[in-house]
């Protein structure tokens, strides 16, 4: 049982921690402006190319086959150098690995790692957001080619997307988990428009929703076999609500890491219960911390994804909503013409315990698989 | 990195579970059975699980801090009625001040409040804690240590762990001294244990609430099936989980760590505990009923013994002020 470094992950770290020191893009902290996707495209791709992405992953997609721990290294330097996070990626990169076949994983995962091309998830839709199962965007086949209709929402940088992994009904006479696929389908063709949905906090580049109104997209292009779109989905989703594959812990400790600043440098400022508001930030972050160290301990031996993921996902949602909660009382709301970043990364937080499977799911889920308390 | 527990310390944890299973307090009127109670402790003495903080032959400790937080955490899971935290707390004490092992059984007595050890010449309202089977508590004489002698303790909050109040005693020194990074050092592997204590109270308290939601029924039902209580518990399962990783940090920090860094440590993991533990330790007697506001149901055991734990050492305002004073934000103002 150790929390520090081997000597080849010192080394890794002393690497890292010298790359970032000259590579730091220096983005405004991430969602709460546009330019911050704006530059995260350049930042995806520096951090591949210099070797810090995709550290698990298979060295076929571009992966470097590093034990999962590697990870938490990674967070722990870009949090400390003020970098960027790393790209969250890893439940596409996961969902296509366990269910795509060779040709899918040859053809689309090099390009998601590398950056160079640009994904979106095409899942939620208006009348399917927790039920998911009942969803109604079909996929018809046409000799070689499925042509898609329906409306897809909460489609996260769909304006930038060059590719949409779509879940789309293929069958209609089976119980609706049973007739989903799932599909790479190109984003820029005439059959589909899509429309960026501004959020609470004012930016515009994270939410977005896609019209398919007769896209196109060859029966290659199906992930797994037909019906098996529903299994995909729940990979994606369990390594979506994980912070180790997030890379979450890094966004929050940058975070805390500005308002201790803030606080160490003008103390006399901030009153006991702001400071008490901070102090619970910096606790919960480390909490997250530790705790990805010891779930990413517990898979040295391979992966396993059970009903922890819920666990995992209602503490990073208590954790971003603390850090949420010290941001707006250090910040004071943006009054008085202050930065008002604290606020957007407030506002911001709030959508945690949404994404990926609302607080009220994740709950059901630990109720029933780990505590196993009936139906 | 690898946190996980390597086979010995699993194997460690198995056993002492297990003695806990065949000789812990199924109900409450357990305690009073004091020939089972004997047999734990025997158990517990027997296997030398009290020395794990004693002195090897070169002052090192004959455990590491994760061994003692093992051993914490199942004793409290299975509300162990016998001394762990009072007499491997002494140990520690004697190993870092050098002196030589106590003659016989010992704890240690902390200031008023619980905050601290306590201190020769202001031990007006000091309390030994874990009291069960001492003779004798240590306190602190300026940078040495002394021993003062104990009568028989009273349970105050804690139904499985006795205290006493000092009252006015003499203390005999003992040899030995001790600096501020031993006093950090010891006060990192306090709060570590207590924070494993905590976190096998929670664990207790989820499970005995459980099994409660799963034969209770209502409206025809099992009151488990309802998504009111569901979530309850998965919030209590869900905080428990967290609190065992800062934990688990926190015990491996007493000796991996600098002193001041381990108390870092510490102090991050009994913040989170201790709010943790309340909370989780309430639901459990929530979700029991009236039953959970009676004497008989062992909800209020956990609870009780969760509150002693907490504030050993600092609960949950002093800590996030020393959390606070590590990241160079004085004082922590108002918090402790």
Request: aromatic letters at 6%.
């Amino acid at each position: 049982m150790d929390f520090a470094d081997s000597a080849p992950e010192a080394a890794f770290r002393q690497r890292l921690r010298d790359w970032v020191r000259d590579n730091n893009p220096g983005l405004p902290a991430s969602s709460t402006d546009d330019a911050y996707w704006r530059g995260q495209a350049a930042w995806h791709r520096s951090l591949y190319d210099a070797g810090f992405f995709g550290l698990s992953w298979p060295k076929a997609v571009g992966g470097h086959e590093l034990p999962c721990v590697y990870d938490a290294i990674l967070d722990a330097e870009l949090a400390a150098a003020d970098a960027p996070p790393r790209p969250s990626l890893g439940y596409l990169v996961q969902g296509i690995l366990e269910h795509g076949s060779e040709d899918i994983t040859r053809r689309f995962l090099p390009g998601i790692v590398n950056g160079r091309d640009r994904w979106c998830q095409g899942f939620s839709e208006p009348d399917a957001g927790s039920d998911l199962a009942s969803l109604r965007t079909r996929a018809d086949r046409f000799g070689d080619e499925f042509v898609i209709t329906g409306h897809k929402v909460w489609t996260s940088y769909s304006d930038d997307a060059d590719w949409c992994l779509v879940l789309a009904r293929t069958d209609h006479d089976v119980p609706k988990h049973k007739g989903i696929s799932a599909f790479a389908v190109p984003m820029r063709q005439p059959g589909i428009e899509q429309r960026p949905l501004k959020m609470i906090n004012g930016i515009t580049k994270e939410f977005g929703e896609v019209m398919f109104d007769g896209a196109r997209v060859p029966a290659a292009n199906m992930i797994g076999e037909p019906g098996d779109g529903w299994a995909l989905a729940m990979t994606v989703v369990s390594h979506e609500r994980e912070p180790g594959e997030l890379g979450f812990v890094a966004r929050y400790a940058k975070t805390v890491n500005h308002l201790v600043g803030e606080v160490g440098e003008h103390p006399a400022e901030y009153d006991s219960e702001q400071v008490r508001d901070l102090a619970w930030a910096i606790v919960e972050a480390e909490m997250l911390r530790l705790h990805v160290s010891r779930r990413l301990s517990e898979r040295l031996d391979g992966i396993s994804h059970g009903p922890e993921g819920s666990v995992d996902k209602l503490l990073m949602t208590w954790t971003e909503q603390a850090v949420g909660h010290a941001a707006l009382s250090i910040g004071r709301a943006g009054h008085g013409g202050r930065d008002d970043t604290p606020l957007k990364v407030y506002l911001y937080s709030r959508a945690q315990s949404v994404m990926g499977g609302t607080s009220q799911i994740q709950r059901n889920l630990v109720a029933r698989r780990i505590l196993r308390l009936p139906a | 990195m690898d946190v996980r527990l390597s086979p010995e310390q699993q194997a460690l944890r198995d056993s002492v579970a297990q003695a806990v299973h065949r000789l812990g307090p199924k109900t409450t009127r357990d305690f009073d059975d004091a020939e089972r109670s004997a047999k734990l402790d025997a158990a517990v003495g027997g296997a030398g699980w009290r020395e794990l903080r004693a002195a090897d032959d070169n002052g090192r400790p004959l455990a590491s801090g994760v061994e003692a937080a093992i051993v914490a955490e199942e004793l409290a899971r299975g509300l162990a009625d016998v001394a762990f935290l009072g007499p491997t707390l002494a140990a520690e004490l004697r190993r870092l001040a050098g002196a030589p092992a106590g003659s016989s059984a010992e704890t240690v007595a902390l200031s008023a409040g619980l905050g601290a050890l306590a201190s020769d010449g202001d031990l007006a309202g000091a309390v030994a804690v874990d009291v069960a089977g001492a003779a004798s508590a240590l306190v602190l004489d300026a940078d040495r240590l002394a021993a003062v002698s104990l009568v028989a303790g009273d349970t105050l909050v804690d139904l499985t762990r006795p205290s006493t109040v000092l009252d006015v005693p003499t203390a005999r020194v003992v040899d030995g001294a001790v600096g501020v990074e031993d006093i950090d050092r010891w006060t990192a592997l306090g709060l570590a244990l207590t924070c494993a204590d905590l976190v096998g109270a929670m664990r207790g308290a989820v499970e005995l609430a459980c099994e409660y939601a799963k034969q209770r029924r209502q409206y025809g039902a099992a009151i488990g099936s309802f998504q009111a209580v569901q979530h309850l518990l998965a919030d209590a399962h869900v905080m428990t989980e967290g609190s065992r990783s800062v934990a688990l940090h926190a015990a491996w920090a007493v000796d991996a760590l600098s002193p001041s860094e381990a108390l870092a440590a510490a102090a991050v993991a009994k913040a989170y505990c201790a709010r943790a533990a309340r909370t989780v330790c309430e639901t459990s007697i929530q979700v029991h009923g009236g039953i959970g506001n009676t004497w008989e149901c062992l909800a209020h055991v956990f609870l009780r013994r969760a509150l002693l734990s907490s504030d050993i050492l600092g609960g949950v305002g002093p800590s996030l002020a020393r959390v606070l004073d590590h990241h160079g934000i004085g004082g922590g103002r108002g918090l402790r």
